[in-house]
């Protein structure tokens, strides 16, 4: 009995899907941001709100450098959540709006948060992987209520 209990075991472990982590951060994201032309750089703005993202879906050329500002129009808190999306580019820097603000550079972000009544904060980056990109907000049941896109980079 049990050596079959211990054969079941290896069996199903054995059996069991490989599940692979996260993709690792763009490994040569600053002679991407430095080869980028940050002239040709698009800006997009998204809106945060009770309980939406506007627009809820973006389309993105691989890249591309982009300025995307995340800012919330809404009452309460809110994130901006797409971690494998955020590992899939090259960042320059996230820096919130002047002259009071700041700026931070780091190989790459998790998630976003912009406070009520007109927090914001600015991401710049260069993409470098095509995909679909899940974007939740993950404060309590906010991505229930509607608030979940989708960044797209072909």
């Known amino acids: ?36 032309n940050w002239d040709a750089m698009e800006t997009i703005t998204v809106e945060l709100t009770e309980h939406s993202f506007t627009p ?8 591309q450098p982009y300025r995307l500002v995340i800012k919330n129009v809404g009452q309460k808190d809110h994130y901006y959540t797409a971690t494998e999306f955020f590992k899939s ?12 603000g700041g700026e931070i550079k780091a190989p790459y972000f998790t998630a976003v948060e912009a406070y009520k009544n007109g927090g914001a904060v600015e991401l710049f980056f ?29």
């Open 56 to 63: 809820q879906d973006l389309k993105l050329k691989a890249g």
């Open 89 to 100: 580019v090259a960042w320059r820097k996230v820096q919130t709006p002047k002259p009071n």
């Open 126 to 154: 260069v993409t470098v992987n095509k995909g679909e990109f899940e974007v939740i907000c993950t404060i309590e049941d906010h991505k229930d209520q509607g608030m979940h896109g989708s960044i797209v980079v072909e």
């Open 1 to 36: 009995m049990r050596m079959s209990l211990i054969s079941l075991l290896a069996g199903a472990i054995l059996a069991a899907p490989l599940v692979v982590g996260a993709a690792e951060p763009v490994a040569d994201a600053a002679a991407i941001v430095k080869a980028a």
